[in-house]
């Protein structure tokens, strides 16, 4: 009995330890899924840095916020800092130095970086000019490649650009080539008629006075790392978001990079389920419906439940045959309604998903059947059926040249050529009556050509002989 007892308290030992092994694993897991988020401070230290501000100077202001703001980041994790700075190295005179701007502080977990930024910044000195066009363009190296980074800048600045140079387009360069997210610019002390000047470049936020300078750069670290929910209420016909089951692809508005790519569901309670994305980003959404559907130009808002209504109204069409089984299963063009281009090769015996409207078939069968108008409708299937085909076996005996024709009893319409390389052949045919006209390849007289007429029933052979 004892040592049952002891089995058993080893069995839940055990247990327990498994069940701790595989909750530790996916924990890693999850953390390992996260991307890590990468903020390069840029900070202004040019010469007008020595304006008063409140209870002391510009920079000695800084430099207490930023060092609290510092202490606070140390523990929070996926996040690695660096600090570039510009107006710190050359005195502005004789002369602006415009590119004095230089990596101080490399990326590096939060935990590491976020002291030497702290004492970094606490022995600068403003010196010179404000170089924001070049210090943008450089930190492009500061960003070392990285699979799973997202790439933020946070600039703070009390100047414009005094260096000729364009902040909006070099910001806008970069984001296109997906070198960093739209940049957080903070204005210290500075004219909210600046608000427009930064507007193009990143998202910009004015600090008045010394008492908000922190809630401002506490405002923007939740902006920049923080993900925020959305759903994806595609829209039927009635307006509901009752369809789902279609892929969905997130993309980066300004560099066209794909960003998410989901298959659209509802959770257990029938409605559209929940994605966490980046609010930093404005979308392009395309939803493979077929035909497509693109809704472009989309932002997200931090700190609420955001919902993206999309009009998706879908039905069924499904193809079959009409008869005995076959070998040859026909495939179908599916086309918008008086239009050329193709949107879905359907196979017979399969069933495809369409936006509800109409739709121009071209089945591929010979000869080929079209069919114009076929109209989709709202959670309905509309089923088309064509006779199954019939299989004609041609015995040639010998290469040569022809053509099977469908013989109605007024004219012959071409239907196809026989292969020139085959001495026999076999060719699945619609139900009806043919004529094949014949002539081979060494027998040099018109009058030489053989014709036979044949008929073709679903799902039989039909044998012809040309010998």
């Excluded at 005195?91 to 101080?104: A, H, S, V, Y």
């Excluded at 608000?195 to 923007?220: H, I, P, R, T, W």
């Excluded at 017979?348 to 059947?369: A, C, H, M, Q, S």
């Excluded at 026989?418 to 699945?428: A, D, F, G, R, V």
Aim: with cysteine; net charge positive.
């Amino acid at each position: 009995m004892r040592a049952e007892i002891s089995d058993l308290r080893k069995l839940k030992k055990n247990f327990r330890n498994i069940l701790f092994l595989i909750l530790l694993n996916s924990a890693f897991l999850n953390l390992k899924s996260q991307p890590t988020n990468r903020i390069l401070f840029i900070f202004d230290d040019s010469y007008s840095m020595y304006a008063p501000w409140n209870s002391n100077i510009k920079i000695e202001v800084a430099k207490k916020i930023m060092g609290e703001f510092l202490d606070s980041l140390k523990t929070i994790p996926n996040l690695e800092l660096a600090l570039r700075c510009y107006g710190h190295q050359t005195f502005i005179k004789p002369e602006r130095n415009c590119k004095d701007t230089k990596l101080e502080v490399p990326f590096a977990t939060a935990s590491k970086s976020a002291p030497l930024i702290k004492q970094r910044i606490q022995k600068l000195e403003p010196l010179g000019t404000t170089p924001i066009a070049y210090s943008l363009g450089e930190s492009v190296a500061d960003f070392t490649p990285c699979s799973n980074c997202r790439n933020i800048i946070i600039l703070i600045t009390d100047g414009i650009e005094e260096c000729g140079g364009v902040p909006c387009e070099v910001s806008a360069a970069l984001q296109k080539k997906g070198i960093f997210l739209r940049p957080f610019v903070i204005g210290v002390g500075l004219d909210v008629k600046f608000a427009d000047v930064f507007g193009c470049m990143g998202k910009f936020y004015d600090v008045s006075n010394e008492a908000n300078f922190k809630d401002v750069l506490q405002l923007v670290l939740t902006e920049a790392i923080s993900q925020t929910t959305v759903q994806v209420d595609l829209l039927d016909i009635t307006k509901k978001p009752t369809e789902t089951d279609v892929n969905m692809t997130f993309y980066d508005a300004n560099t066209k990079q794909i960003k998410y790519n989901y298959l659209h569901t509802l959770n257990h309670r029938g409605n559209p389920d929940t994605l966490v994305l980046s609010p930093n980003i404005t979308y392009d959404l395309m939803v493979h419906t077929i035909p497509p559907i693109e809704k472009k130009n989309i932002t997200i808002q931090q700190g609420k439940h955001n919902v993206i209504p999309v009009d998706a109204p879908q039905g069924y069409l499904k193809l079959e045959l009409d008869g005995a089984l076959s070998k040859y299963y026909p495939t179908c063009v599916i086309r918008k309604k008086g239009e050329m281009n193709t949107l879905n090769i359907q196979d017979f015996g399969k069933t495809d998903k369409y936006i509800v409207g109409k739709y121009d078939l071209e089945i591929l069968t010979l000869p080929r059947i079209k069919l114009n108008d076929v109209e989709i409708q709202q959670s309905t299937t509309n089923t088309i059926k064509v006779p199954t085909s019939g299989n004609v076996y041609i015995v040639k005996g010998g290469n040569g040249y022809g053509s099977i024709f469908a013989d109605d009893g007024k004219k012959m319409t071409w239907v196809c050529n026989l292969n020139t390389s085959l001495q026999n052949e076999i060719i699945y045919l619609q139900p009806g009556n043919y004529k094949m006209e014949f002539r081979y390849e060494n027998a040099k007289q018109t009058t030489n050509t053989i014709e036979r007429k044949f008929s073709v029933t679903s799902a039989v052979t039909t044998n012809v002989k040309l010998n």
